[in-house]
């Protein structure tokens, strides 16, 4: 059994990684994006543009053996994303985590990988003094709610509409606590949903 591990990201993931992002905008996300987005995937500018992201604190890979199989993005939350539905910032909005992006190629689900990473960042998060994280995932995506759900991560109530090459995607914003502990598992049958 090949082992399954997250590592900080080097310029040499950047083509792995915008494989694992054009598998899951193809697949997994292929009712919420616009045909335009997946049909016209451009792998060398998104490979490009993650190169510039590895090496820099935040970007991690998930592998089993060598191939790569998921990545996570976070950081800091920009004040946009922590503030509510009226513009009005929280006290601790300096300290807030956002995981940017979690994805794990939807052929390598459901063997712990996107908990590893969310866990993995998280760690990191709350190691630079932050009390609670925050992620934006499609509405209409259940499984990732679902994955955020097992980690105590509950929509807070705020949602916002990104204009997805000219089709309205609707996010919602989920957060919870930096310390996480998962739910176990159930099984793809209890949600009718393949799992991250």
Same mark, same amino acid.
């Given at each position: 059994?090949?082992?399954?591990?997250?590592?900080?990201?080097?310029?040499?993931?950047?083509?792995?990684?915008?494989?694992?992002?054009?598998?899951? =905008?193809?697949?997994? =996300?292929?009712?919420?994006?616009p045909?335009?987005?997946?049909?016209?995937?451009?792998?060398?500018?998104?490979?490009?543009?993650?190169?510039?992201?590895?090496?820099?604190?935040?970007?991690?890979?998930?592998?089993?053996?060598?191939?790569?199989?998921?990545?996570?993005?976070?950081?800091?939350?920009?004040?946009?994303?922590?503030?509510?539905?009226?513009?009005?910032?929280?006290?601790?909005?300096?300290?807030?985590?956002?995981?940017?992006?979690?994805?794990?190629?939807?052929? =390598?689900?459901?063997?712990?990988?996107?908990?590893?990473?969310?866990?993995?960042?998280?760690?990191?998060?709350?190691?630079?003094?932050?009390?609670?994280?925050?992620?934006?995932?499609?509405?209409?995506?259940?499984?990732?709610?679902?994955?955020?759900?097992?980690?105590?991560?509950?929509p807070?109530?705020?949602?916002?509409?990104?204009?997805?090459?000219?089709?309205?995607?609707?996010?919602?914003?989920?957060?919870?606590?930096?310390?996480?502990?998962f739910?176990?598992?159930?099984?793809?049958?209890?949600?009718?949903?393949?799992?991250?």
């Amino acid at each position: 059994m090949a082992i399954a591990l997250v590592r900080p990201a080097t310029p040499d993931d950047a083509a792995a990684v915008t494989a694992v992002q054009r598998d899951v =905008w193809t697949t997994a =996300w292929a009712d919420f994006l616009p045909a335009g987005l997946t049909q016209g995937f451009d792998d060398e500018a998104v490979t490009a543009a993650w190169e510039r992201a590895a090496g820099a604190p935040g970007l991690w890979v998930a592998t089993e053996g060598t191939e790569v199989v998921g990545f996570c993005l976070a950081g800091p939350a920009p004040q946009d994303d922590v503030a509510d539905a009226v513009g009005e910032v929280p006290d601790d909005a300096a300290q807030v985590g956002l995981v940017a992006t979690l994805l794990v190629s939807p052929r =390598w689900g459901r063997r712990g990988h996107g908990g590893r990473l969310l866990v993995t960042a998280a760690e990191a998060l709350r190691s630079g003094g932050g009390p609670r994280g925050i992620t934006w995932v499609p509405e209409r995506d259940a499984s990732s709610r679902a994955f955020y759900r097992r980690a105590g991560w509950e929509p807070d109530g705020t949602v916002r509409t990104l204009d997805a090459g000219g089709r309205p995607l609707r996010e919602v914003r989920l957060g919870g606590p930096l310390g996480l502990e998962f739910a176990p598992e159930p099984s793809a049958d209890d949600l009718g949903l393949p799992l991250l």
